[in-house]
């Protein structure tokens, strides 16, 4: 899978993009991430790539003749077709059921805005998908684009240690969260891990698993439940 990240601040991405997970997908998943820099499609000797929004209002836009060509060149350097994403506050919220559709693609391309916003005219003439990573509102689309390429990438063959990781994980399959987990040392200020995980009981240690996700998820998230049932699984 080949994720391009287009923005004008390339650089506050690249530190996290080769750190940890992402940089061992890089390494053993066949998942490459390239970041593609607006500036240098920018107007003029400044590089200009923002501007006012016509008709008044806060901020500054960024200009749909220096995003358009950016993301273009993107678009020509992977022969994949791209699926287009641009990251804001107005698309489709970020879930899980999302992420996994994303993770099947061959290329994508992250457009992050910046300021106010784009040019509707770049989405219009590029299309693709707005995507919002939640109910609120940040300064910029960089956070979101990694946020975007951090839930698609560790969802890729091998990335996670064990293939089951992404399996189990809270909302994989819109079901439940999950439980409680428990490390060494088994006894810590007072606090001991519940005996269960130490007893060797393979089953009774997956029942136990399965009715604390079941209480914690009634509990925190009783609108997981309720979807299900509308969804009748
Ligand atoms: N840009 C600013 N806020 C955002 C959000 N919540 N999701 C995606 N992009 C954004």
Redesign the pocket.
């Known amino acids: 899978m080949v994720i391009q990240v287009v923005s004008l601040f390339p650089t506050m991405l690249a530190p996290v993009i080769t750190s940890s997970m992402l940089g061992r997908a890089q390494a053993l998943a066949g998942v490459e991430i390239r970041l593609v820099g607006m500036r240098p499609f920018g107007i003029g000797r400044h590089h200009q790539a923002d501007d006012y929004p016509f008709g008044g209002g806060p901020g500054m836009l960024l200009r749909a003749d220096v995003v358009v060509p950016a993301v273009e060149w993107a678009m020509m350097h992977h022969r994949e077709p791209a699926t287009i994403l641009w ?3 107005q ?1 489709r919220r970020l879930d899980q059921q999302y992420c996994q559709e994303l993770a099947q693609k061959s290329h994508l391309i992250i457009v992050a ?1 910046h300021y106010e916003g784009i040019d509707e005219r770049a989405i219009d003439l590029l299309g693709g998908s707005e ?4 109910d ?3 300064t ?2 960089e956070l ?1 684009a990694l946020i975007l390429v951090d839930a698609v990438v560790r969802l890729q063959p091998g990335v996670l240690g064990a293939e089951e990781g992404a399996a189990n994980d809270s909302f994989s399959n819109r079901e439940l969260l999950e439980g409680p987990q428990y490390t060494r040392p088994e006894h810590y200020r007072g606090q001991s891990v519940p005996p269960i995980l130490l007893s060797g009981n393979h089953r009774a240690i997956l029942e136990w698993k399965q009715q604390v996700a079941l209480q914690r998820t009634q509990e925190r998230r009783p609108d997981l439940l309720s979807d299900r049932i509308d969804d009748g699984n």
Request: charged fraction near 0%.
């Open positions: 990251t804001s506050p698309g805005g995507v919002s990573i939640g609120y509102v940040l910029g689309g979101p």
